[in-house]
Every structure is written in C-alpha cells, then in structure tokens.
C-alpha cells in the first residue's frame, strides 16, 4: 500500500505561482511513478504532469506545457508540482496519485494509488 498527501492549494490571483506538494508513504520503492491530476467543476478529470521516482524523466499534459515544472525529492518522499502564470481555468482540486507501470501515463484508471486532493483557486 501507498498513501499520498496532497498540499499547498489556495486561492491566488492570476498570473501567480503556487507550489504543490505530494508527500507518499508506505510501501513506495523506485519502480513508482507520480502523476497529477486536476478536476475542475463539472468537468473529468484532467492529466497534468508525470515523473519517474528518479525525476530522471517527467511528462506534461498540454495544459502545463511551458508553465509547470514537476520535480521530486527522494530524501523527502516527496513530488512538487510548480505552478506558475495561474489562469483562472487552472481553478480545480488537484490529485496525486501513482503507478507502477514501466512508461508514463496520463490514464487515469491506470493509477493505482491517490491523494485526497488540494483545491487551487485562481481568481482573475
């Protein structure tokens, strides 16, 4: 089992930064992989970004492409999701979550493992 815990939503303004963390504990080891996933109001959920446990190698949806670094800490079991120039359609509850998988994915049902979440408000 892995948990993760997900933090550092808020309400910001548009055109600010805003760092995500996602905390994994439990059984986690090298073969895992760490993605995010934001859900906005009535709308499915979205991939975001992925990386390998090394952070030798990420993945970016379109909608983070240019303005989302991910990044991981091993010593702090931890992945960041830097967010920068916010745009109010960036408003949604972001999730972590992880798989096992040898090849990164924004497939959401082939995370095996997710976070409660951290709701991300940008206001214009």
């Known amino acids: 089992q892995v948990q993760l815990q997900a933090s550092g939503g808020g309400l910001v303004q548009a055109g600010d930064s805003l760092r995500l963390s996602c905390a994994a504990s439990?059984?986690?080891?090298?073969?895992?992989?760490i993605g995010w996933f934001r859900q906005a109001p009535g709308k499915e959920r979205e991939f975001v970004a992925a990386i390998t446990n090394s952070g030798s190698s990420t993945f970016y949806g379109d909608s983070a492409k240019g303005r989302f670094t991910i990044s991981t800490d091993n010593a702090k079991n931890t992945v960041y999701l830097q967010m920068n120039s916010l745009k109010p359609e960036d408003t949604a509850v972001y999730y972590c979550a992880a798989h096992k998988n040898p090849f990164h994915t924004q497939v959401a049902e082939m995370y095996l493992y997710w976070g409660q979440g951290t709701l991300v408000t940008v206001s214009s």
């Open positions: 439990g059984r986690t080891d090298s073969t895992y992989r």
